[in-house]
């Protein structure tokens, strides 16, 4: 199975403030790297696919980048909504396999 | 708006089945495929599988191969999840969730609100 290995678990940042989540591919994966935003106690939503894409309606301050095995996803400026977990997912192949999530909290 | 609607949160035994029901409305429920993803208790996602809602083919996690049935029924455009010899370490809420697939894209991109199943004697 392919290990996709998030960083850092959890954040705290400011509102205002440049955030930046790494995943890691256990193997290469091409593009097929999606993430997703998970708030408390809701089903995770679809923030970007095939590691650069934007979902429909998700705000521009989300985007993501990379290819392979390294991945990044930033929100340039953070949003007291933002307050979630976010991870990322490996569609390349079964099992398709997600990071262990990062909490972003406010300060 | 396209959804998924999921069936309500079930209590079961050690040993027991437990069968749930997502169902899709707003989009052509064929065109799309139907994946399955838990999360235990304070814990990340893992992918269960997913079946074809044009045929009814399926590719389960190797973990849930031969415990786990997923199946749909176009009639209703409703896909099913049924999870059989129940232990307590499949108390998790169960997402439905819809497959987007492209030429570079596999992704999903509409989620059901989660079914939380508790097993427990």
């Known amino acids: 199975d392919i290990q996709m290995t998030q960083s850092p678990s959890s954040l705290s940042a400011s509102v205002g403030d440049r955030v930046t989540i790494t995943c890691r591919a256990s193997?290469?994966?091409?593009?097929?790297l999606n993430w997703y935003q998970q708030k408390p106690g809701k089903a995770p939503k679809l923030l970007i696919y095939?590691?650069?894409s934007l979902q429909s309606g998700v705000p521009s301050r989300f985007t993501g980048s990379g290819s392979g095995t390294d991945f990044t996803l930033t929100i340039s400026s953070l949003q007291p909504g933002d307050l979630a977990t976010y991870f990322c997912?490996?569609?390349?192949?079964?099992?398709?396999?997600f990071g262990q999530g990062t909490k972003v909290e406010i300060k | 708006q396209a959804q998924l609607v999921q069936s309500g949160a079930e209590v079961k035994k050690p040993g027991a089945s437990v069968k749930v029901s997502c169902k899709a409305s707003?989009?052509?429920?064929?065109?799309?495929?139907i994946s399955w993803v838990r999360q235990s208790p304070g814990q990340g996602l893992e992918w269960m599988g997913w079946v074809s809602t044009y045929n009814g083919n399926t590719n389960y996690a190797q973990k849930f191969q031969g415990r786990g049935t997923m199946t749909t029924d176009t009639s209703t455009s409703t896909a099913y999840m049924e999870l059989r010899s129940l232990r307590s370490d499949d108390t998790a809420v169960y997402y439905c969730?819809?497959?987007?697939?492209?030429?570079?894209?596999?992704?999903?991109?509409?989620w059901g609100q989660g079914t939380m199943v508790t097993v427990s004697s």
């Open positions: 193997q290469s994966i091409s593009s097929y």
């Open positions: 969730a819809r497959r987007y697939v492209d030429t570079t894209v596999d992704t999903f991109d509409i």
């Open positions: 095939a590691a650069s």
């Open positions: 997912q490996q569609s390349y192949t079964t099992p398709q396999t």
């Open positions: 707003g989009y052509t429920f064929s065109t799309y495929g």
